[in-house]
């Protein structure tokens, strides 16, 4: 038997900040085996998002180790498809999601939740489904009733579970309430170290089965250092977020808004992002979100203008960068706005799309 090799107490806190030893590609291949025989296959298994068109074109899903941007104009439901993702992930019982949201409460996240959980995404059947508004109704409306009553011991996990309408959705949610942890980020404090530290402790706490979401990269504090201007800041955030994937081995998906220039665009790209070209190069994916009916050509839109009118529901994803698959690829999804969430099952796009770069319309 291979005796138990100590580390010394440098090496040990190396290996804690995420820093490596050299090693020859025996050891990594020694390691990677020993990896396998103990059935970790962790590095070859692909996390699925759970939307169908985007996990086949980037290879199954999320990788450990890669950062993932999404990026978008405001409005466009780039929130509502993080935090779904998140959503997907930690409905697997195996796996962890660690979602950081500088624009909202936790709390607005979980009533978010509990409209998506509400209508199955896939039909159009949701009649009967719970927006923001009725769920607020929901349970003003039955506590002040309470109120009057006296009764003091009325409380939110009550309400949901006598109401017909929310009864379901708040079942649905328990199944990964302990799996998805939610932080509300303050653009003064929850730095690069603060994630780092974070997300640390949630994998050391699952062996590493978490994925990290951060809504969104522009808003990350980056104290003790100091940045130039904006371009910088974005620099040193998005080389911090790569850094966390690497060294703590696991998926990172970060939102990022888009510059000026992109908000006046017809169509949005990856170039429009805001802050540094570090953007493009730091990378494994990047996924642009676009209105259907905004970059659909208008050639469709005056053949049939009544069909194209519906297209306004649709947003196009558009992989424009995949370190490990093929890139410039469209895939459509439809938003359902008023439930916080996107018909999962996708499109391949087939219509024509107006690209500045190609097409002047």
Same mark, same amino acid.
């Given at each position: *038997?291979?005796?138990?090799?100590? *580390?010394?107490?440098?090496?040990?806190?190396?290996?804690?900040?995420?820093?490596?030893? $050299?090693?020859?590609?025996?050891?990594?291949?020694?390691?990677?085996?020993? *990896?396998?025989?103990?059935?970790?296959?962790?590095?070859?298994?692909?996390? $699925?998002?759970?939307?169908?068109?985007?996990?086949?074109?980037?290879?199954?899903?999320?990788?450990?180790?890669?950062?993932?941007?999404?990026?978008?104009?405001?409005?466009?439901?780039?929130?509502?498809?993080?935090?779904?993702?998140?959503?997907?992930?930690?409905?697997?019982?195996?796996?962890?999601?660690?979602?950081?949201?500088?624009? !909202?409460?936790?709390?607005?996240?979980?009533?978010?939740?509990?409209?998506?959980?509400?209508?199955?995404?896939?039909?159009?059947?949701?009649?009967?489904?719970?927006?923001?508004? +009725?769920?607020?109704? =929901?349970?003003?409306?039955?506590?002040?009733?309470?109120?009057?009553?006296?009764?003091?011991?009325?409380?939110?996990?009550?309400?949901?579970?006598?109401?017909?309408?929310?009864?379901?959705?708040?079942?649905?949610?328990?199944?990964?309430?302990?799996?998805? =942890?939610?932080?509300?980020?303050? $653009?003064?404090?929850?730095?690069?170290?603060?994630?780092?530290?974070?997300?640390?402790?949630?994998?050391?706490?699952?062996?590493?089965?978490?994925?990290?979401?951060?809504?969104?990269?522009?808003?990350?504090?980056?104290?003790?250092?100091?940045?130039?201007?904006?371009?910088?800041?974005?620099?040193?955030?998005?080389?911090?977020?790569?850094?966390?994937?690497?060294?703590?081995?696991?998926?990172?998906?970060?939102?990022?808004?888009?510059?000026?220039?992109?908000?006046?665009?017809?169509?949005? !790209?990856? @170039?429009?992002?805001?802050?540094?070209?570090?953007?493009? @190069?730091?990378?494994?994916?990047? =996924? =642009?979100?676009?209105?259907?009916?905004?970059?659909?050509?208008?050639?469709?839109?005056?053949?049939? $203008? @009544?069909?194209?009118?519906?297209?306004?529901?649709?947003?196009?994803?558009?992989?424009?960068?995949?370190?490990?698959?093929?890139? *410039?690829? +469209?895939?459509?999804?439809?938003?359902?706005?008023?439930?916080?969430?996107?018909?999962?099952?996708?499109?391949?796009?087939?219509?024509?799309?107006?690209?500045?770069?190609?097409?002047?319309?």
């Amino acid at each position: *038997m291979e005796a138990v090799r100590v *580390m010394p107490r440098g090496e040990q806190r190396k290996k804690q900040r995420g820093v490596h030893a $050299p090693r020859s590609l025996t050891q990594v291949l020694r390691e990677a085996d020993r *990896m396998v025989v103990q059935g970790d296959l962790d590095a070859y298994l692909p996390i $699925p998002t759970g939307f169908d068109q985007i996990d086949r074109m980037i290879g199954g899903g999320l990788r450990r180790s890669e950062l993932v941007l999404l990026g978008g104009a405001q409005g466009i439901g780039k929130t509502i498809c993080a935090l779904q993702m998140a959503r997907n992930l930690a409905l697997n019982e195996g796996l962890y999601s660690f979602y950081i949201s500088y624009e !909202h409460t936790e709390t607005h996240l979980l009533n978010r939740l509990l409209c998506m959980e509400s209508i199955d995404p896939t039909s159009d059947g949701y009649q009967d489904g719970v927006r923001l508004k +009725d769920l607020h109704n =929901i349970i003003v409306a039955r506590r002040a009733r309470e109120w009057v009553r006296h009764d003091e011991t009325l409380g939110l996990n009550q309400i949901l579970a006598e109401n017909p309408k929310t009864a379901k959705a708040l079942k649905t949610l328990n199944k990964y309430a302990d799996r998805l =942890i939610l932080v509300k980020g303050s $653009p003064a404090v929850t730095t690069l170290n603060t994630i780092r530290e974070m997300t640390r402790q949630i994998a050391d706490a699952c062996a590493g089965k978490v994925a990290l979401f951060v809504d969104y990269l522009q808003k990350v504090a980056i104290y003790p250092e100091k940045a130039v201007d904006e371009n910088d800041k974005v620099t040193i955030i998005v080389e911090g977020l790569k850094d966390i994937a690497m060294s703590l081995n696991v998926p990172v998906l970060a939102i990022v808004a888009a510059d000026r220039e992109g908000l006046k665009s017809k169509r949005l !790209h990856l @170039y429009h992002l805001r802050g540094s070209s570090a953007l493009d @190069y730091e990378c494994d994916i990047a =996924i =642009i979100m676009n209105n259907k009916y905004h970059i659909l050509s208008k050639d469709h839109i005056a053949f049939n $203008p @009544y069909k194209a009118e519906s297209y306004r529901d649709w947003v196009i994803f558009t992989i424009e960068k995949n370190r490990a698959g093929r890139a *410039m690829i +469209d895939v459509e999804f439809q938003l359902k706005a008023q439930y916080f969430c996107f018909n999962p099952r996708g499109n391949v796009v087939e219509q024509k799309l107006i690209d500045e770069k190609i097409i002047v319309e």
